[in-house]
């Protein structure tokens, strides 16, 4: 079936050190992939997105890459800090109908960050 | 500008009961999506809600149900609650039908006993 799944359940780094959250999807019609952060008690927030005809696209302090061949999404968190700790999600949306359908989202990656 | 804001925050029932969960979209936002997130996963898409119509529905039973209003807010309703029915459920706005940035409210903590 369809389905967006991340490689790994924890994710460990140093403050200041660089984090990257790698997610794999098989749905090859997604045209939009999302990452969220959500926070303990909180909703997801959103953090980026990226169009399926683009491999990279920057924010402030984070990066996402795209590679469509092997169907891979990853977030970068440049110089990590106490507040990044969060539970990430990648989340694939697709236009079928027309509009933007419901998301699909991943499981989660929960980055802890050491001091 | 207040964000996306549900009701209740927490909520406990019992099995067998029925329960509506509201949520006021983002102001402007006038598309409506409910999630639910059991602990420990991901978020579980519902439906969604344009124009105060269902336009898409996930993988859930005829026993989750919803409605939006003329000012976009929006009821997600459940019947005949089960245990395994617990579990947060998200609200998320997005300006118009189309769009992919959804603002997410902070959810609301249903508890089944």
């Not at chain 1, 079928?96 to 802890?112: V, W």
């Not at chain 2, 003329?70 to 300006?95: I, Q, R």
Request: net charge negative; hydrophobic share 30%; with cysteine.
């Amino acid at each position: 079936g369809e389905s967006v799944g991340l490689h790994l359940p924890t994710l460990s780094v140093q403050e200041g050190d660089n984090s990257i959250i790698n997610c794999a999807y098989s749905n090859s019609a997604s045209d939009y992939f999302i990452w969220y952060k959500q926070e303990s008690g909180k909703g997801p927030q959103f953090i980026i997105d990226i169009r399926s005809n683009m491999d990279k696209r920057q924010g402030q302090r984070v990066t996402v890459l795209l590679n469509k061949t092997v169907k891979h999404l990853s977030l970068q968190i440049a110089a990590t800090q106490p507040g990044d700790s969060a539970v990430y999600f990648c989340a694939e949306n697709s236009h079928s109908g027309g509009g933007a359908d419901g998301l699909t989202f991943g499981k989660g990656t929960h980055l802890i960050i050491q001091p | 500008d207040a964000g996306v804001t549900q009701s209740p925050t927490h909520l406990i029932k019992t099995r067998g009961q029925q329960v509506t969960l509201r949520c006021s979209p983002k102001s402007g936002h006038d598309t409506v999506s409910w999630y639910q997130q059991a602990l420990g996963q991901g978020p579980q898409f519902i439906f969604q809600y344009y124009e105060e119509e269902e336009r898409q529905r996930g993988n859930f039973p005829d026993r989750f149900s919803g409605h939006q209003f003329p000012n976009y807010s929006s009821e997600l309703n459940v019947n005949a609650l089960l245990l395994g029915d617990s579990a947060l459920y998200l609200c998320a706005s997005s300006l118009e039908w189309g769009t992919t940035e959804a603002f997410f409210g902070q959810g609301t903590r249903l508890t089944v006993v």
